[in-house]
């Protein structure tokens, strides 16, 4: 039985389109309502046939179709060298495998077989005919489908409540081995965890992840550049997998879970609708078990079933797992506060003060808490659950504020001895008098120890000595002596009292008359 390839009237219109109107390829397909690349292919067709317009008086539509297309009406058969399709399916799931490759490959082994336009006519229709889309053609260990089903199981609780435990499906892109698990819910932290758990059933990481729209996954739809969860994100870096979420409302995207989905529920979920569950480690054992006859059962129209397949192809092709297991970690966005530090969960970290008022992200684990500053790590803290309070790093200090915070007695002790002998003795017997309370000791050692950037060390040192013995212990009475240069004087009878006097601001001093 014969058959025609194509309306010959629209190989006629095409051409007289092109030569006569000058029209462009998608002006053509538009006005003789077919696609531009059968536009094209009837172009190139023609040229290499030596047809312009207006064709010859003579040619006919059957000759024309028999020029165009010589292998159009040829009967497939033994025969005719027809191929294994079924072959070519399975190699068609391999990396980098073309239905072009297989063709050349096939008319290298029978010169005389099928030309390349009826060798993929004919692997369509064998598609087809086994139920098989073939416009998804999933490489092996390249994707794999991720979504909920939509039944749930009830589980009941001891206290006599109970609650709908979800079902995360997986189904691996080429031979569709799927992989179940129940979760308390669809939140984020269970939509992490049951990946973590699929990887390690499958042994081994597919190169691209296929979820639909979930908000755990995806944070923002888009048709083609949605927003990730920075968590979903930061597993999928971990693992060495990229994430293309399904195109909203293209079912085609997720054909494959979605069958699995079907699978699951009639297969696996219809036979425990009247079991009672009391946890979810119950629930997940028997999953495991019904799971495990499914991915066994045979295929209805290929050899095999998912696991034979997928021990062939899949398995072969998946990445290794990494040396441990993704951590789950949350992710904010927030912006450094004048202080330098950032809430996270009620408590306070600090951040290096040169980023104040800079937005950064943070990684939030069990352990840890990460400040990350355009993709570039520049705090890192154990994480604490002391609700107000505050952690901090004394590397992350404003120069000013580091002198302030490292003002303890040991430091100002240390940092004493460095201008010498007495002012370690002065500073000394400021921190230990107990009249006076210890943030005010503190700060009039750290006040007498910064004079020595204005005056130097020896100055100060000598100053200090005077002052103690006057038994002065003063900053104020230390600078006065300073700028006045009589650390180096004699001392002098009633001296302590001009210095007491010099120190209070309401007094003008003996120069005030001179």
């Known amino acids: 039985m014969t058959r025609r390839r194509t309306n010959m009237k629209k190989i006629r219109e095409v051409l007289r389109l092109h030569h006569e109107l000058n029209f462009k390829q998608g002006e053509i397909a538009q006005s003789v309502k077919i696609a531009q690349s059968t536009v094209s292919d009837y172009l190139i067709r023609t040229k290499k046939l030596g047809l312009a317009w207006p064709l010859p008086e003579h040619l006919d539509d059957i000759a024309l179709e028999s020029m165009c297309f010589p292998f159009a009406n040829r009967p497939a058969g033994k025969n005719q060298f027809e191929p294994d399709f079924l072959h070519i399916h399975n190699e068609l799931k391999r990396k980098g495998v073309t239905l072009q490759l297989l063709w050349e490959e096939y008319i290298i082994a029978f010169p005389q077989g099928l030309r390349y336009s009826r060798f993929c006519d004919l692997y369509r229709e064998w598609a087809k005919a086994h139920k098989i889309w073939m416009p998804q053609q999933h490489k092996a260990g390249e994707k794999i489908f991720v979504d909920y089903a939509g039944m749930t199981v009830p589980i009941m609780n001891t206290d006599g409540t109970s609650f709908e435990a979800q079902i995360f499906v997986a189904s691996m892109g080429a031979s569709n081995y799927t992989y179940i698990e129940a979760t308390k819910s669809q939140q984020l932290f269970d939509w992490i965890s049951s990946h973590v758990r699929m990887f390690i059933f499958f042994g081994g990481c597919a190169r691209c992840l296929v979820p639909d729209n979930l908000k755990s996954g995806v944070q923002l739809s888009h048709r083609y550049e949605p927003e990730l969860n920075q968590t979903y994100l930061d597993m999928a870096r971990h693992y060495g997998v990229a994430i293309v979420p399904a195109r909203v409302r293209a079912p085609k995207d997720k054909s494959k879970v979605e069958n699995a989905v079907q699978n699951v529920e009639r297969q696996i979920l219809a036979k425990l609708r009247n079991r009672r569950f009391f946890s979810l480690e119950e629930l997940n054992e028997e999953l495991s078990k019904l799971l495990t006859e499914l991915n066994c059962r045979p295929f209805q129209e290929l050899p095999g079933s998912r696991l034979s397949t997928f021990e062939e192809t899949d398995k072969p092709q998946l ?196």
């Open 319 to 514: 990445l290794p797992l990494p040396i441990a297991p993704y951590a789950f970690a949350e992710w904010k966005t927030g912006t450094i506060g004048h202080n330098y530090h950032i809430n996270v969960l009620d408590h306070y970290y600090s951040v290096h003060y040169k980023y104040i008022k800079q937005k950064i992200d943070v990684r939030i684990t069990s352990d840890t808490i990460e400040v990350f500053y355009k993709s570039k790590r520049i705090a890192s803290h154990i994480r604490s659950f002391d609700k107000g309070k505050y952690t901090t790093n004394p590397d992350h200090y404003p120069p000013g504020h580091k002198f302030y915070a490292n003002c303890t007695p040991d430091n100002l002790l240390s940092e004493a001895k460095k201008v010498g002998g007495n002012t370690e003795n002065w500073v000394k017997t400021v921190l230990n008098d107990p009249a006076v309370y210890a943030m005010q000791k503190e700060k009039v050692c750290m006040g007498v120890l910064r004079l020595s950037k204005s005056y130097g060390n020896s100055r100060l040192d000598t100053a200090c000595k005077r002052s103690a013995h006057l038994g002065i212990f003063s900053c104020k009475s230390i600078e006065s002596m300073l700028k006045n240069n009589l650390e180096q004087q004699p001392l002098q009878e009633h001296e302590e009292e001009f210095v007491l006097l010099q120190d209070h601001e309401y007094i003008r001093g003996p120069n005030y008359y001179t």
